[in-house]
């Protein structure tokens, strides 16, 4: 859905959070659904700008496409 995870809100934890070591203004996480919620395992990718950690992309699939080819690899996003 176009709302992504921001209308799912309280359904899911994040966790599993990890920064690219190559290049560290990446980072990825995977949104886990809380018990008894029927969603998938999510991977989140964002990108920190200036201070501030950007959403970049989220899904189950093609996850991460945005990020350079060593951070999609180090990070094991989906893409």
Do not use: F, K
């Not at 659904?33 to 989220?58: C, F, H, K, M, S």
């Amino acid at each position: 859905d176009d709302d992504g995870l921001a209308s799912r809100s309280g359904q899911y934890s994040v966790q599993s959070c990890r920064i690219a070591a190559s290049s560290p203004i990446w980072a990825a996480a995977a949104a886990v659904p809380n018990p008894g919620v029927q969603l998938d395992t999510a991977t989140i990718l964002l990108e920190r700008i200036g201070a501030l950690w950007n959403v970049v992309a989220v899904g189950t699939s093609n996850v991460g496409c945005e990020a350079p080819a060593q951070v999609q690899t180090e990070l094991g996003v989906p893409c």
